[in-house]
């Protein structure tokens, strides 16, 4: 499965809970804690995660590991991570993505990502990747 998506930065829902605010702020205040390069990781892998759940409704990530296979390159706002690896249930599955974010890390502008097929179990520990 191949999929792209692309958004407008700062385009954001005007409808929010009771107290969405405060944990949107905690969630911000966390990832500028982390070293740019981290941060940008992090956010282009919890995005992969979400668009290959919307892409594929019978997929559930809840882990991903970016550098699986391949180590991933952070090039200022850009990821190239060919040779990651998601997990969906107690399967992995081999995916690659290039994501670029807004300077600062802290939103997505662009994901591009193919999904694998899945890892057989034998090779999961020589790719650090874990069972659920």
Same mark, same amino acid.
């Given at each position: 499965?191949?999929? %792209?998506?692309?958004?407008?930065?700062?385009?954001?829902?005007?409808?929010?809970?009771?107290?969405?605010?405060?944990?949107?702020?905690?969630?911000?205040?966390?990832?500028?804690?982390?070293?740019?390069?981290?941060?940008? =990781?992090?956010?282009?892998?919890?995005?992969?995660?979400?668009?290959?759940?919307?892409?594929?409704?019978?997929?559930?990530?809840?882990?991903?590991?970016?550098?699986?296979?391949?180590?991933? =390159? &952070?090039?200022?706002?850009?990821?190239?991570?060919?040779?990651?690896?998601?997990?969906?249930?107690?399967?992995?599955?081999?995916?690659?993505?290039?994501?670029?974010?807004?300077?600062?890390?802290?939103? &997505?502008?662009?994901? %591009?990502?193919?999904?694998?097929? =899945?890892?057989?179990?034998?090779?999961?520990?020589?790719?650090?990747?874990?069972?659920?």
């Amino acid at each position: 499965m191949t999929c %792209s998506f692309r958004f407008a930065a700062g385009l954001v829902g005007a409808l929010a809970l009771p107290g969405a605010a405060h944990a949107a702020k905690s969630v911000a205040d966390q990832m500028l804690a982390l070293d740019l390069d981290t941060r940008i =990781e992090q956010r282009c892998n919890a995005r992969a995660m979400g668009e290959i759940s919307r892409a594929d409704r019978a997929m559930r990530p809840d882990e991903l590991v970016a550098y699986a296979f391949k180590d991933s =390159e &952070v090039k200022g706002d850009v990821v190239h991570a060919p040779g990651a690896a998601v997990r969906s249930g107690n399967a992995w599955y081999r995916l690659s993505y290039v994501c670029r974010t807004t300077p600062d890390g802290l939103d &997505v502008l662009s994901l %591009s990502f193919t999904l694998g097929a =899945e890892i057989p179990r034998s090779e999961w520990e020589d790719h650090q990747l874990v069972p659920q």
